[in-house]
């Protein structure tokens, strides 16, 4: 019995070692680069051969354990249940521990600037992964393209804050606004196709939108980008060290010294309060009549008809509301960057909101948080690697798909019951 | 006129090249229900082992016909490898699961192709001496004229063999049998007694060999490849699939030609920089009033 | 005539060159269960689907008698016909939603009448009392009909946990949910045992007795068939072939030859 399982895992690992090969043979070992102007192939064997015995002495080890598995199957896996019946169980206790976290973050003795930058792009992305939660995660509408509607808001906050002076508060709705017109005018056409198609269109509306961006020079000044878009003021006061005449600012008014440090605590706030209406918006609307018939939608379209739900016209709220929070997340990311140009605005940013929401569990907004943290901090941490950040993030959504196809947090909370009313 | 003539040869060399992928397309959906995302990357896959090949067969004095078909046949060797190595890790675990999970898994695929072959094979473009040169003209004596390339008689001749062999075996073999019988029930299909599990790694595998043709072509005829190609291409052969009816063999190439036609002419005579937007544009419009494209089964809402 | 709920005038349905329904006509009464039986591929869901928007008939009208306004189903397309003309269905193969708990199903059949309570969902993010208050009512009324068919403690459990039987009784109180005129049934006693059958036939005749509301049925289960129907419509091929009260419909020559065909 012994013998044999071992048998068989070699010659198991001997066939992935040949694959193993087969697969980083060529692209790995025989690296094209190009000398004097003409390509040359370097070969880089030792690497192959290092992950090819790597491969093959793990998946002799994954057999051996497995199959070991499944000999004393039952309690194999109770640690995972363990973890994910946790999580299930104690989302809220864990999103209430978190709000008051993100609240004293900023005065945490090591929330430096490095610190704080990871977590207003965290929090940026969390906002998105909220917004993006109404249309995949409630009304199941398979979105690749939601990156759009971020750059509509961006740009439409940065042109209006450039060419008319308008302050943030009146630029962000208008610009959340924009986006959530833009979401109906491209979910209109398109929100009758199914699943997979639909995530197709969507991701060539994104690509449109950036083509377009990149383009149309005269407003956009195409890939140059926009300069210039005015920084935030707090109800007017500016974060200057050194103001124009007469104008006062925020460090001045409250008699402190100036630091700029001021200013990255403002805007982490203000991201953090916009992703916490976000937030509040979609507990709420989730049980109104409309959320209710998102998730219905979800779950069965033809029923829905049944019963009298118009699905276009709800599965265009559910778009033009993650559209419009988009438009929103776009405008803070226009005015934190003072800069925007096409290239934040690529196919990869629609994926990386997409693997956050999925991860973390459809409709799940705790899981949207745990999964930004996952995700973005795996990014961050591989932030020296250039390419191979992005290979462990692609890897990271394969596995999980793989290991918890439904998520993170995969448990799903009536939105009425009975208990309260009958 | 003349330039009419060139924009279709143009047209019809790029369409087969679209023509090849969407055929990838078109049976990993027929048989599974899903796009592979990943695809177009394994496309791009194939370009580069092409390019390898290609560098390291000009240093020795092998004849150029067999270099050809050498090139051809290590790069659909070694990119077989890749699509079956997707279906494995990405596909495979999560056929029962819901239906987002697959798509999420092959976008996390794609990712990790692109960035893994960014990071073995160099960020920059990469330039390959062109292999076949030389064509015939026509129209000498007028402003303009008109070139068909060997190259591009090389490119549509190997298209049309390879898909009369495909059709053959679809249409004539026990695989080809046992994969229209996955598409319509696997489940019965396993009853059979037919390996179900083999037949669907054998439709990663010849959609990911035949891809990789197109990435061989690809790099014949542009020169110049890079890590993202995957992408852009891989969108334009999924619109060619749909256009022609996914699921169907014939119409991926008769797609893939549309789409190649679409996109010459747009850039010869409408706008170069916005010449992705055709493709985009076209797959809209096709999906939203066409979308059982020309060769397509109708979808009968099953109630 | 003022008694009639439903009025099919020479439906016919084509797919292609297949014909599904051919020239039919029938009537069925406000008061009235009528059934509509006939051999697999027979066209009857068909007929369904075509009553309730999800298919185009070819030719052919088809009116509801709603309070005395004769509306023409033929313009409404699939979810209006829920909305506007109040016909409700179920399916062969239930649809629920599974994932939702039973009192949400509940809910989401009274979407239309809570969305304007919402206020198209303004009202209802400004809490609104109007609104708190309408959802109390909507909930009231799912517990009435959870009550009737014994599902009240297993309101808040997923939709897709229930046992079959108990999913057939909770796919047609959803439906009567929507206060329908006319209640489409789609072989709702398929895969019931036989106190599940009886179990419906009673909420069935409570349905059609005690709410007046008209039912057309498509069934297989004779029993089913035979204890409640007040009138039958038998297709074959899509065509009518024979109509009259239930004994008229079992001692019919021509339906026993369309179910065991002819002897030679």
Not at chain 2, 49 to 63: G, P, R
Not at chain 3, 97 to 105: G, I
Request: proline share 3%.
């Amino acid at each position: 019995m012994g013998k044999d399982l071992i048998q068989k895992s070699l010659k198991d690992s001997l066939f992935t070692g040949i694959i193993a090969l087969a697969l980083f043979g060529p692209i790995v070992g025989l690296r094209t680069v190009a000398k004097n102007e003409v390509l040359v192939v370097e070969p880089k064997w030792l690497v192959v051969l290092l992950i090819v015995i790597f491969c093959a002495v793990g998946r002799f080890f994954i057999n051996i354990y497995t199959f070991k598995k499944e000999q004393r199957r039952g309690e194999a896996s109770s640690f995972g249940k363990a973890i994910s019946h946790f999580l299930d169980e104690k989302g809220s206790q864990i999103a209430i521990g978190a709000i008051a976290f993100s609240i004293i973050f900023p005065f945490m003795p090591f929330a430096d600037r490095y610190w704080m930058d990871i977590a207003i792009m965290m929090m940026t992305y969390i906002m998105l992964g909220w917004g993006l939660n109404i249309v995949i995660g409630l009304a199941g509408l398979l979105d690749l393209g939601y990156v759009a509607f971020y750059a509509v808001g961006a740009y439409s906050y940065a042109l209006f804050a450039i060419h008319f002076g308008w302050s943030f508060w009146i630029c962000l709705p208008i610009a959340g606004l924009f986006a959530g017109m833009f979401g109906i005018l491209l979910g209109f056409p398109v929100l009758r196709l199914r699943g997979d198609y639909l995530a197709i269109v969507t991701l060539a509306f994104g690509e449109m939108i950036r083509i377009l961006l990149l383009n149309w020079y005269e407003l956009t000044k195409g890939p140059d980008g926009l300069t210039g878009i005015p920084r935030p003021s707090f109800f007017g006061l500016p974060f200057k060290r050194y103001p124009d005449e007469g104008v006062e600012t925020f460090h001045t008014f409250f008699g402190l010294e100036y630091d700029p440090m001021q200013r990255i605590i403002f805007l982490y706030y203000l991201i953090l309060i916009l992703a916490l209406i976000t937030n509040a918006f979609t507990i709420k609307i989730r049980r109104l009549p409309v959320g209710r018939a998102w998730e219905a939608l979800r779950e069965d379209e033809i029923a829905c008809k049944s019963l009298g739900v118009n699905p276009r016209n709800t599965k265009l709220t559910a778009f033009a509301v993650g559209a419009m929070f988009g438009g929103f997340a776009g405008s803070f990311f226009a005015t934190r960057q003072a800069f925007i140009s096409p290239e934040s605005f690529t196919f990869i940013e629609s994926a990386i909101i997409v693997a956050i929401v999925v991860l973390g569990g459809m409709g799940s907004q705790t899981g949207v948080v745990l999964s930004t943290i996952f995700l973005i901090g795996l990014i961050e941490v591989f932030r020296d690697f250039e390419s191979y950040r992005m290979i462990a993030f692609g890897g990271a959504m394969v596995l999980i798909m793989v290991f918890r196809p439904k998520g993170i947090l995969a448990k799903r909370k009536p939105t009425i019951t009975m208990g309260k009313h009958g | 006129m003349e330039y009419f003539l060139q924009q279709l040869i143009n047209g019809l060399t790029l369409g087969s090249v679209y023509g090849l992928i969407a055929i990838g397309y078109t049976m990993v959906y027929g048989i599974i229900g899903m796009i592979n995302f990943a695809h177009g990357d394994i496309f791009m896959v194939g370009a580069f082992v092409a390019l390898i090949a290609f560098i390291l067969f000009a240093l020795t004095s092998i004849a150029l016909p067999i270099i050809l078909i050498l090139v051809l046949l290590i790069a659909m060797v070694f990119t077989a490898c890749y699509g079956w190595t997707v279906e494995k890790l990405a596909y495979k675990p999560l056929r029962k699961s819901f239906r987002l999970a697959p798509l999420i898994s092959a976008l996390g695929m794609s990712i990790v192709l692109q960035n893994y072959v960014q990071a073995a094979q160099g960020a920059r473009i990469k330039t390959l001496q062109p292999v076949i040169q030389g064509g015939f003209n026509f129209f000498k004596e007028s402003d303009f004229v008109v070139t068909l390339s060997y190259l591009q008689i090389f490119i549509v001749l190997v298209t049309i063999v390879l898909m009369a062999v495909f059709t053959l075996l679809i249409t004539r073999t026990a695989l080809g049998r046992a994969q229209r019988a996955c598409e319509q029930d696997r489940t019965m299909t396993a009853l059979m007694g037919i390996n179900v599990d083999r037949t669907i790694s054998m439709t990663f595998i010849i959609g990911s060999s035949l891809a990789s043709v197109a990435g061989v072509m690809f790099v014949m005829y542009y020169g110049v490849i890079d890590f993202y190609i995957g992408f852009l291409a891989g969108i334009k052969a999924f619109t060619a699939a749909v256009l022609g009816g996914i699921g169907s063999i014939p119409g991926a190439m008769l797609g893939g030609l549309l789409i190649g036609l679409i996109e010459t002419f747009w850039s010869g005579y409408i706008s170069i920089e916005y010449k992705d937007i055709a493709a985009f544009t076209t797959l809209v419009i096709v999906l939203i009033f066409f979308p059982t494209g020309f060769l397509g089964k109708p979808d009968i809402e099953k109630v | 005539m003022s008694n009639t709920l439903l009025d099919v005038q020479n439906l016919t349905m084509k797919f292609g060159g297949l014909v599904a329904i051919d020239d039919l006509s029938f009537s069925a009464k406000k008061d009235h269960i009528t059934s509509i039986i006939g051999p697999n591929g027979a066209g009857k869901t068909t007929v369904f689907n075509c009553l309730t928007g999800f298919y185009k008939a070819t030719a052919g009208s088809m009116y509801l008698n709603k309070d005395n306004n004769q509306m023409d189903l033929k313009k409404f397309s699939d979810f209006k016909v829920a909305q506007k003309a109040g016909v409700a269905r179920t399916f062969q193969n239930i649809r629920l939603f599974p994932q939702m708990s039973v009192l949400e199903n509940m809910m989401v059949a009274q979407h239309n009448k809570l969305m304007v309570a919402s206020g198209f969902s303004i009202l209802g993010l400004l809490n609104s009392r109007s609104y708190l208050q309408k959802e109390k009512e909507a909930t009231e009324i799912s517990k009435y009909w959870l009550d009737i068919i014994g599902l009240t403690n297993r309101a808040d459990d997923n939709a897709g946990d229930l046992p079959y039987g108990d999913q057939r009784k909770l796919e047609i109180v959803r439906a009567m949910c929507i206060e329908p005129h006319l209640l489409c049934l789609d072989e709702p006693a398929a895969g019931l045992n036989a106190k599940e059958s009886a179990e419906l036939n009673k909420l069935l005749k409570f349905i059609k007795n005690d709410k007046k509301t008209g039912i057309l049925l498509i069934e297989h289960d004779m029993s089913v068939v035979m204890g409640i129907s007040d009138h039958v419509v038998v297709l074959n091929y899509g065509k009518k072939i024979f109509e009259g009260t239930a004994a008229e419909t079992k001692n019919s020559p021509e339906v026993i030859e369309a179910y065991l065909g002819t002897e030679d």
